[in-house]
């Protein structure tokens, strides 16, 4: 009877997902594969994978992973029968994560191939209905548990991630509790996450998810929006013990009613026919976000184009009065040349990495505003251009012979607001003293 109830079609449900559940619940016994007349087998003991044997009879770690990501046949789990030697050396989770990559390889090459074929239509998995593998899924957890007698594991069951700020970050570990730092604080989500439920977690949380390009330093990037939840997760570790973080994106910007400073001397340097505007800050989160309340200022009361430069798109701009269009540093000359916008901003840190694009600014872009870290503002300009490649900061100062020179200084945040300074420099002439005050003034 039990093989009859856990048994089912590869066409419904993934053999990576059926794997999972075992390990989950920690059977024992051996999953049988076949595709037409080609078997492939599964060892499990204990919550572990201990031998597989794929068409070629070949055991042990790579066997496993090719038995792992087949994708078509009939599967069927016996319990009855114990497991094999162990040959299988790798654990569960590693074996897992290659077959993971595996078949997301696969599946990203059958995705662009039917994009190619449809149009490159795209689909929103906000709106898009749950796969019916994970359907399936969830029809043969509740069809394993009858058979086993097995709960479901709490363990397996992810803290809730509710980010409250833009610089707040979740951590996702093997082991360990989902951990989430707001406002500068840690604090702990949910019941811990041990070496085989990550990889439940992981799927259910990568599932839909848009892949990213890799970042400069390498690593798996991926983003999600659903429940609620908007994220760029980061993967890191190895193959045997991946850990996540995952930092908010698409945030609203501050708009006008957040900020406090002299707002009128802010609003007069963006209308400027040309200017070059510093934005300074003790810390490049708070810089970065005094930039975005600036850009959604602007586009909210100039019908024109903004270009921002930046890493990460962890605010989202609507369009209003004007359009806001995002680009990476390193690829910013190519859309600033293609839309010639009236305004061009660049993340705090993005400058150097912006080079060319830069130029390709100033020769398009009438006004610029660029982020720089400084402890207060009066070195500002200096601190900008020694953030620039040398043969790049050279042209620049030649450019920038005749623009007027603007600051905003972030002095502090409390409760939402953002308090500031502005005001235009004379040429050759420092920033007034703009220092951050503490959270207690």
């Known amino acids: 009877m039990a093989e009859e109830r856990l048994s089912g079609d590869l066409g419904l449900i993934s053999l990576f997902d059926v794997a999972q559940l075992l390990l989950v ?24 994978i201990v031998n597989a044997v794929d068409e070629e009879r070949r055991e042990g770690d790579e066997a496993a992973f090719n038995v792992l990501t087949t994708l078509r046949g009939t599967f069927s789990f016996d319990p009855t029968k114990g497991p094999e030697m162990k040959l299988v050396t790798l654990p569960a989770n590693a074996l897992l994560m290659e077959a993971a990559r595996r078949m997301d390889e696969q599946a990203a090459e059958a995705a662009e191939a039917a994009a190619a074929a449809d149009g490159a239509t795209t689909v929103d998995p906000n709106t898009a209905p749950r796969p019916s593998h994970l359907r399936s899924l969830d029809l043969l957890s509740e069809a394993f548990r009858e058979i086993s007698g097995a709960r479901p594991r709490g363990s397996s069951e992810m803290g809730p991630i509710v980010f409250e700020h833009p610089d707040d970050i979740a951590v996702i570990r093997p082991g360990l509790p989902v951990r989430i730092r707001s406002h500068g604080e840690w604090r702990e989500s949910g019941p811990a996450v041990d070496d085989v439920d990550i990889m439940a977690v992981r799927q259910r949380l990568l599932d839909g998810a848009a892949q990213l390009p890799t970042g400069p330093e390498g690593g798996a990037r991926w983003r999600i929006r659903r429940e609620g939840l908007s994220a760029t997760v980061e993967s890191f570790g190895t193959a045997a013990e991946e850990w996540l973080v995952l930092r908010p994106y698409g945030v609203d910007p501050p708009g006008a009613i957040q900020l406090r400073g002299p707002t009128d001397r ?117 601190l900008w251009l020694s953030s620039i490649e040398q043969s790049v900061a050279h042209q620049l100062e030649a450019r920038l012979s005749a623009t007027p020179f603007g600051w905003v200084f972030a002095t502090r945040e409390q409760d939402g607001l953002l308090m500031f300074d502005a005001g235009l420099l004379e040429r050759n002439a420092p920033a007034p003293a703009a220092a951050p005050k503490s959270k207690a003034a």
């Open 25 to 48: 619940n920690r059977a024992s016994g051996v999953l049988t594969i076949r595709e037409g007349s080609i078997a492939r087998f599964l060892y499990f003991g204990e919550g572990a």
């Open 266 to 382: 802010l609003a007069a340097l963006l209308r400027l026919p040309q200017v070059l505007v510093l934005v300074g800050g003790p810390e490049a989160s708070l810089v970065n976000r005094l930039m975005h309340a600036i850009v959604r200022l602007w586009a909210e009361t100039m019908n024109g184009t903004c270009v921002v430069l930046e890493h990460e798109a962890v605010h989202r701009h609507t369009d209003a009065a004007g359009t806001v269009l995002h680009a990476l540093p390193h690829d910013g000359a190519r859309l600033i040349r293609a839309t010639q916008p009236e305004l061009v901003a660049i993340e705090a840190g993005g400058t150097n990495a912006a080079g060319p694009g830069l130029l390709a600014a100033l020769g398009c872009a009438p006004r610029l505003v660029a982020g720089v870290v400084a402890a207060d503002s009066r070195p500002l300009v200096a």
